[in-house]
């Protein structure tokens, strides 16, 4: 399992490295003239200069390069400062360091993403099994129907649905908000419950939908069958047997969905007006503030491997056969 996890591990930083690289070149070896954008409308030639000089950007690109890589694993100096590693680069538009503007963004992304997760794994992959061990019943038919009308569900239609009647119109509850966990337990599960509900839905029902699939196909594989001909009992053939190959297939696209829901975290953030990751790489797109651009970029992509590296531990956990291959 260790060898395993070390060329994991290895693959994951080659990755990460040409990312880098690519995202360096796509942005700061662009045509456009990086300094015009930092210094906006109305700029001076001396000032221009300045943010040249101050940007490293009158420097040969090989140096260039060679500042950027170093400074996230050393950290680098600014005329403002020095900035830490892992040093980002700093925001033109803000004029803070990229690395501490994402950190103080990321609680309210992880918040959505974990507390999705937990909600679609508990429910979704629980009502799918349930649904399998009850085929045909009531229960079945409630859960597959439903899985089905609420993964025609969207974010930006749910979203200011849910707004409409929870805030707006009744006034249960207050606009969600993210408060630090540490500040305020109650507050934070509060003011995050609208939105983590809302971006969960439609995971949720797909994972109900692609449990009951992966428990019934498992059900009538030869070994569960043999299983209950030697006298089991079905809900020990269930637990035992059938439940744990089920979940080859969910985790494999748990993996897959909690990266993506980086993504869908923008549209959330956006709908329910949260500072998080996701409205932090609109606003820096929106700005033309490359420096920030560029370390969502970087952050996002090293989330999603390191994602995909525990997924990988947790598959090959469940199947010993992955990992001796």
């Not at 300045?50 to 600014?78: C, H, K, N, S, Y």
């Not at 109900?208 to 019934?216: D, E, L, N, Q, Y």
């Not at 498992?218 to 070994?223: P, S």
């Not at 993504?263 to 790489?281: C, D, M, N």
Request: proline letters at 5%; one cysteine or more; aromatic letters at 12%.
């Amino acid at each position: 399992m260790l060898q395993f996890i070390l060329r994991r591990t290895v693959g994951a930083v080659v990755t990460l490295f040409l990312i880098g690289a690519a995202t360096f070149f796509l942005f700061v070896a662009a045509p456009s003239d990086y300094a015009s954008l930092a210094c906006g409308k109305d700029c001076s030639p001396q000032r221009l200069a300045d943010i040249r000089e101050a940007l490293g950007l009158d420097l040969p690109l090989v140096q260039q390069f060679w500042d950027f890589m170093t400074g996230i694993v050393m950290g680098r100096d600014f005329p403002t400062g020095h900035c830490s590693a892992p040093c980002l680069g700093q925001s033109f538009y803000s004029g803070e360091m990229v690395w501490d503007t994402i950190m103080d963004r990321f609680p309210t992304t992880l918040t959505l993403t974990a507390g999705g997760a937990v909600v679609f794994l508990v429910v979704g992959v629980g009502a799918g099994m349930i649904s399998a061990y009850r085929r045909g019943s009531l229960l079945d038919k409630i859960a597959t129907g439903g899985s089905m009308v609420l993964s025609s569900f969207q974010i930006y239609f749910l979203g200011p649905i849910v707004l409409w009647i929870f805030v707006y119109s009744s006034g249960l509850m207050d606009n969600p908000k993210y408060v630090p966990i540490t500040q305020d337990p109650a507050g934070w599960f509060v003011g995050m419950l609208l939105p983590t509900l809302v971006m969960a839905t439609i995971f949720t029902a797909q994972y109900t939908r692609m449990a009951r699939s992966s428990m019934i196909e498992q059900l009538a594989e030869e070994h569960v069958r043999t299983a209950r001909a030697k006298g089991m009992s079905k809900p020990y053939v269930f637990f035992r047997y059938a439940w744990r190959g089920s979940l080859i297939p969910i985790v494999t696209v748990f993996g897959m969905d909690v990266s993506s829901m980086l993504g869908g975290a923008v549209v959330t953030e956006l709908t329910f007006s949260l500072q998080g990751i996701g409205r932090l790489a609109v606003d820096g797109a929106v700005h033309k503030d490359l420096p920030m651009t560029m370390g969502v970029m970087l952050f996002g992509a090293f989330f999603i491997l390191l994602i995909n590296i525990l997924t990988d531990i947790a598959y090959a956990y469940i199947d010993p056969r992955i990992r001796l291959s």
